[in-house]
């Protein structure tokens, strides 16, 4: 896939003491990719077109070096998040750094869910990218806690269920895969601590609770391959659609009934999800099943 170039800290210490000077450790650098990485995330496309366009507000494009959104600014959450991932993006010395916070990237005068617009209303603030997919330094962890990178989840659902599906991923990645994922939701009405509701209201504006939540990553083994070719008809596919709602947590994480298909999650949303892939190939991989690895204990 495309190069990405990435740093040691090693390289530099080596090169100081070389002139023998001593480093302290609090001076090492952390280990991060480095590169053109907003076209990563966005690799295989862009799912519903979206635009970095005030006049498109309802499909906003946000394009980070951690990961891409499409921002929905009536409904207050992403449509989906798209990201990159392999092992070297969560190995490091980065620490979760819990600093939920508004997005200084949407346009100032529309409404922008902090960090306390979810309190005490029932549901997690759900990340899309996951805090854990980026460890190689603070700076990438705390990208992950800009509230457009949140939906309003089922607490179950997103402390145990979802969890789960977060660290098989990662699993993969540690089995030297790389994988383009996306996330996103759908419908109206999720299930959270004290019951069920449609929205939040957060002073005189709402964030949309979503009906359901879904995921859909391409993995492939690692390599440095600059175009599509490495993603054929035989690569792994995963795709899952589980409803936003506590009564989840009922369910093994990796029930049949959440494992779906891209061409189903394609019918539910309207996106093309993977729109760069050649049309043979897209439609082999989407209508395949996964089957999860039956030796995998999840996050342990």
């Known amino acids: 896939m495309k190069k990405i170039l990435f740093f040691f800290s090693t390289t530099f210490l080596i090169l100081l003491s070389s002139c023998g000077e001593e480093v302290p450790a609090n001076n090492v650098e952390e280990y991060c990719p480095t590169g053109n990485l907003a076209d990563l995330h966005l690799y295989l496309g862009n799912p519903s077109n979206a635009e970095e366009n005030i006049n498109?507000?309802?499909?906003?494009?946000?394009?980070?070096?951690?990961?891409?959104?499409?921002?929905?600014r009536d409904k207050a959450i992403p449509n989906w998040v798209s990201w990159y991932?392999?092992?070297?993006?969560?190995?490091?010395?980065?620490?979760?750094?819990?600093?939920?916070?508004?997005?200084?990237f949407l346009p100032s005068d529309w409404y922008a869910p902090d960090s306390e617009s979810?309190?005490?209303?029932?549901?997690?603030?759900?990340?899309?990218?996951?805090?854990?997919?980026?460890?190689?330094?603070?700076?990438?962890?705390?990208?992950?806690?800009?509230?457009t990178n949140m939906v309003p989840q089922s607490p179950f659902h997103n402390q145990e269920i979802w969890v789960a599906w977060e660290c098989y991923l990662r699993y993969l990645a540690?089995?030297?895969?790389?994988?383009?994922?996306v996330m996103g939701n759908y419908g109206l009405g999720g299930d959270g601590f004290f019951g069920y509701r449609t929205t939040i209201s957060?002073?005189?504006?709402?964030?949309?609770?979503?009906?359901?939540?879904?995921?859909?990553?391409?993995?492939?083994?690692?390599?440095?391959?600059?175009?599509?070719?490495?993603i054929t008809g035989q690569s792994m596919v995963i795709a899952?659609?589980?409803?936003?709602?506590?009564?989840?947590?009922?369910?093994?994480?990796?029930?049949?009934?959440?494992?779906?298909?891209?061409?189903?999650?394609?019918?539910?949303?309207?996106?093309?999800?993977?729109s760069n892939l050649p049309t043979s190939v897209q439609s082999t991989l989407e209508s395949k099943y996964h089957q999860t690895d039956p030796t995998y204990n999840p996050c342990n």
């Open 56 to 72: 498109m507000p309802n499909n906003y494009l946000l394009e980070l070096d951690e990961y891409a959104v499409s921002y929905n």
């Open 85 to 104: 991932l392999s092992s070297d993006w969560y190995s490091g010395d980065g620490n979760r750094q819990d600093d939920f916070r508004q997005n200084p």
């Open 118 to 147: 979810y309190k005490n209303t029932g549901f997690d603030r759900g990340h899309n990218c996951p805090s854990a997919d980026r460890l190689c330094s603070d700076n990438f962890n705390s990208a992950t806690f800009f509230m």
């Open 174 to 181: 540690d089995q030297d895969m790389e994988l383009y994922i």
């Open 202 to 230: 957060d002073g005189d504006n709402e964030i949309t609770i979503p009906a359901s939540i879904w995921k859909v990553a391409i993995a492939i083994p690692k390599g440095d391959d600059e175009d599509l070719a490495a």
């Open 240 to 274: 899952i659609d589980i409803p936003n709602s506590q009564a989840v947590a009922d369910y093994d994480w990796d029930d049949s009934s959440f494992i779906t298909t891209v061409d189903e999650i394609e019918s539910k949303t309207g996106y093309d999800l993977f």
